[in-house]
């Protein structure tokens, strides 16, 4: 169980890909070699402790959109490694399931699930985590704005009867800016909702 | 002496098998939280009961999701610290360092040698603060309730050291994108000094309050037991993977901030239960002193921020208010913010309550593309489905109080 580096990866493991990494070690994996890929680093290489489980939204226009991102520890030889595996539908991205080999996925994946939507095939129990069982949006999803959307209260009786909604934040004045890029004008830290004036507040 | 029994040994087994299929489908479900003393926050268990024994529990958190990634997605790095302070809400300031260094990573900015001295007492003071809570609300679980009151105590003096560094007793927001918001003040580690050589003795009463209470000992041993296995395949991190024998500290492991000039041990259990994750904290508090020590007795003169790094650090007040580049400098930070290179870095602390991790991923500019925080509180509760069963209900308490999680970096 020595520390594995990427050509001694690549050796066994031919559908790997180096990819670009400020820090660790670093690969993309095609999504359909990942339980595969996983498996064997548990029980071979090492790589034991999955410590995290998320994915990247590169942007409504993008394809594939969606990537998968996992990064393992090792316990005893204390080293690294990245996974990144792109999901192939871009309108309903899915990945294989890790929770099998690491029951600390089953968590990881449905907050990924529940902030991105996307699927993963095999999860014994996959549903929302952070947000509501009927919340319609994946949040983190670029489309999604920073204020949020109206939707129905999460208890239909307390709605009913008081007449409650979940409204989107008032975004006034508030730290927020618009994403980096653009002229001077455009990047500077604003409110996104430029509508609200103290005057008004007062009212 | 021939006398006969008229109930034989068959008869009484067949009727207790009676007597307990007659008790099946009795089980009762109880809702525990989300608002709940024992909870620590918002966490919410659905717990379903055979008479006093948990047949099942199932742990519903996010009663405290704010988003804060989106909204990190949104911001400028150095608008985000402020964030990172209501993840771990107990250490704030460990967090701070964590979130600056997983930035810098990426940025492969590395900071002056008096910064990360100053960055390693942050760390271990928020260890300590963090740790004299977890026991103190742990032996409160457990029925101790006077432990709490000497750990609260100490607290209260480690939050005057940390209003006189950084301007606030909770929510510190200390650390800049290459730097410290401010020097450290003048007669304070010395003030730090006091403070550690009065922890120590409490911690000695706290020994003699717990360690070999009977009571304590009885409802905490053998109870709420993490095998090895499992306490890696849950990717349960910090002192509750210790605690069960695994020997993983990133300060020794993977060294940042210069750990590796500091002599210190690494405690870990043996039988992964409550009662061993109580004595690791407890013993990990006297090492972070220890640590503390050698970084007051070696913190070198310097700057407090990397001075180089002139499109990441906004210079202090002083050198604003009399030199234009640096009026200039501070001028283009606090509007476009830390300018951090495109690509993507991970990195993890050893927080107090396990591995806080950030993965940052960059398209260049001020703004991060995508921030995801891996909060070890999140980890910690995801075993309790796997872990509470078969525990008695008063146990739910003890076990909770033993893992030692908070809600704000569980839910983000």
Known sequence: MSQADFASLKERFAYLTERDSAD????????????????????????????????????????????????????????????????????????????????AANWHERETYDM???????????????????YPYHPLRKEFPLAGIEVPFP??????????????????????????????????PQAKDESWTEKEEQH | MATTNEISIGDLGARAGEAEEELKGESMALNIGPSHPTTHGVLRLLAELDGDIITKCEPVIGYLHRGDEKIAENMTYNQFVPYTDRLDYLAPLANNVAFAMAVEKLAALEVPERCQAIRVLCCELARISSHLLGIGVFGMDAGAWTVFMYTFTEREKLYTLFEELTGARF?????????????????????????????????????????????FVDRTQGIGTISREDAIAYGLTGPNLRASGVDLDLRK???YLGYENYD??????????????????????????????????????????????????SP??????????????????????????????????????????????????????????RGP??????????????????DITVILGSLDFVMGECDR
């Open chain 1, 24 to 103: 660790h070690l670093s690969v993309n994996c095609p999504a359909k070699h990942l339980l595969e890929f996983c498996t064997s680093l548990r029980d071979e290489l090492g790589y034991d402790l999955l410590l995290d489980v998320t994915a990247i939204d590169w942007d409504v226009q993008t394809s594939p959109r969606f990537t998968g991102i996992y990064h393992i520890l090792s316990t005893t030889h204390h080293n690294y490694i990245r996974i990144a595996s792109d999901c192939l539908e871009d309108a309903q991205p899915s990945l294989p399931s890790l929770a099998g080999i690491f029951p």
């Open chain 1, 116 to 134: 991105m939507g996307i699927r993963y095939e095999g999860h014994p129990d996959l549903k929302r985590i952070l947000m509501w069982e009927d």
């Open chain 1, 155 to 188: 208890a239909a009786d307390v709605a009913e009867s008081a007449n409650a909604k979940v409204l989107p934040a008032p975004m006034m004045g508030g730290p927020f800016v618009s994403p980096s890029g653009g002229t001077m004008r455009e990047i500077e």
């Open chain 2, 171 to 215: 929510t510190t927001s200390y650390t800049r994108i290459g730097g410290v918001a401010r020097d450290i003040p003048e007669g304070w580690l010395g003030r730090v000094t006091d403070f550690i050589n009065g922890v120590l003795p409490v911690l000695d009463e706290i020994d003699k309050l717990l360690t070999r209470n009977r009571i």
């Open chain 2, 253 to 255: 492991d993977k060294p």
């Open chain 2, 264 to 313: 210190f041990d690494v405690p870990v259990g043996t039988t992964g239960d409550c009662y061993d994750r109580y004595l690791l904290r407890a013993e990990e508090v006297r090492q972070s002193v220890c640590i503390i020590r050698q970084v007051i007795d070696t913190i070198p003169d310097g700057s407090f921020y990397a001075e180089d790094a002139k499109r990441i650090f």
């Open chain 2, 316 to 373: 202090p007040k002083e050198k604003v208010l009399t030199s234009m580049e640096a009026l200039i400098q501070n001028f283009m930070i606090t509007t476009e913010g830390p300018q951090i290179p495109a690509g993507e870095a991970y990195f993890e602390a050893e927080n107090p309550k396990g591995a806080l991790g950030f993965y940052v991923v960059s398209k260049g500019g001020g703004v991060p593309y995508r921030l995801k925080i």
């Open chain 2, 377 to 394: 509180s999140f980890c910690s509760l995801s075993i309790l489905d796997k872990l509470v069963p078969g525990h008695y209900m008063t």
